[in-house]
């Protein structure tokens, strides 16, 4: 009985929270319950086989009461309630032969093994404690009869043995309960917290595209504004499509800046609906990412190798974000031309631009904040990105796995 259970205990005292009298429908239960034993135990001692079988004297009545009444009391102390019946059912024992086993003792054992993590009495004090209990009932038992109780040793030993077990069982199954319930809750909490931390994140790289393209759209409209202002005299068609691609950028940038920040001061009350913000472009609109900066003067040269394959949105979104802010970076450092390779590998894209750099230029966006957010989201999508000058030309090269 010690394996069942690291701690043994039974309720003498509870706390203040648990240790008040059952009321309602646990009270009646509890009674009707210890009334039902007063009933069959006094049947039982009236029907035992003595010389005085059958008769009923005030003190057998009371103490079969006490070894069944108190039982009423068994949520407030299992352990004293135990004590009492098991002390009321030995004297009992030493003035009537009866038959049958002690009801009222066996029934507080089941329920003091079921409610024992609620003491601070240990195993071993609450079994010297039954094993006692059971040594003077058989005691008794021997005395009057004038015989060693054998039969009823087994039988004692079987009944509060039985009774030990099956609330031992009841306790472990009431604690799994308590176990899933509380891991069900946890559960909930961590989804509930995951979410948060996936909208924060989700949050985070909204914050992100908008910072990305305010930027490029400012960079396409200042390249624009200046080839306007120079062609304004010798070239009014040249500084009307300047204009032109300026008004078309910045139209485009405010709306997607619009959506963007719709989707950062909502506070997630409302579901989104589908197609209330749509995704960043992909690799989709690198052609008229390049068509663009072309018209802006810079010659780009743009190669697509390998078998093209779907990719995860993210990837698709970041790779392009890198090429965007790779041109960016071109058009304003460079010397008026890049080179974009864009490769479809086995396990990765793999993505490089090159320009050559300015006469007495600075090759300085390896170390801006521009390549500084590349290589942020080559990061966070399982990649890397590496930059720098050599020969006079500036090459970044970027790879994204396709699965993390």
Do not use: C, K
Request: charged share 25%.
């Amino acid at each position: 009985m010690q394996g069942s259970g690291a701690t043994l205990g039974h309720v003498a005292t509870r706390p203040a929270s648990a240790a008040r009298v059952p009321i309602g429908r646990e009270l009646l239960l509890d009674g009707a319950i210890a009334v039902a034993v007063f009933g069959v135990s006094l049947a039982l001692v009236a029907g035992g086989a003595g010389p005085h079988a059958g008769e009923l004297d005030a003190a057998s009545v009371l103490l079969t009461a006490l070894t069944s009444l108190p039982l009423v009391a068994r949520r407030y102390a299992p352990l004293g309630v135990f004590l009492l019946t098991a002390a009321a059912s030995v004297a009992l024992r030493a003035v009537v032969d009866f038959d049958g086993p002690p009801l009222g003792p066996t029934l507080a054992l089941y329920w003091l093994s079921a409610g024992r993590d609620e003491s601070g009495l240990g195993v071993r004090p609450t079994l010297a404690l039954v094993a006692a209990m059971l040594v003077a009932h058989l005691t008794a038992t021997g005395l009057h009869a004038d015989r060693f109780p054998l039969a009823e040793t087994l039988w004692g030993v079987v009944v509060w043995g039985g009774a030990w077990l099956a609330g031992d069982r009841t306790r472990l199954r009431r604690e799994r309960m308590a176990e899933l319930e509380e891991r069900a809750l946890r559960a909930e909490r961590e989804s509930e917290r995951e979410r948060r931390l996936a909208a924060a994140e989700e949050r985070t790289r909204i914050a992100r595209d908008l910072h990305d393209s305010a930027g490029h759209a400012i960079n396409v409209i200042l390249v624009h504004a200046g080839l306007g202002r120079i062609r304004s005299r010798n070239d009014p068609e040249g500084a009307r499509a300047a204009l032109e691609t300026i008004e078309e950028v910045a139209r485009e940038t405010a709306g997607e800046i619009d959506q963007i920040v719709q989707v950062l001061r909502d506070d997630g009350s409302r579901a989104e609906a589908p197609g209330d913000v749509e995704p960043p472009p992909g690799l989709a609109a690198l052609g008229a990412l390049i068509s663009r900066h072309r018209a802006a003067g810079l010659d780009v040269t743009a190669t697509i190798r390998g078998d093209r394959r779907p990719l995860p949105p993210g990837l698709e979104q970041g790779a392009y974000r890198i090429l965007q802010e790779a041109l960016t970076n071109a058009a304003r450092h460079g010397d008026g031309s890049a080179v974009v390779d864009a490769a479809y590998g086995e396990a990765a894209l793999e993505i490089s631009v090159s320009n050559p750099v300015r006469p007495g230029g600075d090759a300085a966006p390896a170390g801006g904040h521009g390549v500084i957010g590349m290589r942020e989201r080559a990061s966070l999508l399982g990649g890397s990105l590496e930059t720098g000058a050599r020969g006079g030309r500036f090459r970044l090269h970027a790879r994204l796995p396709f699965a993390r």
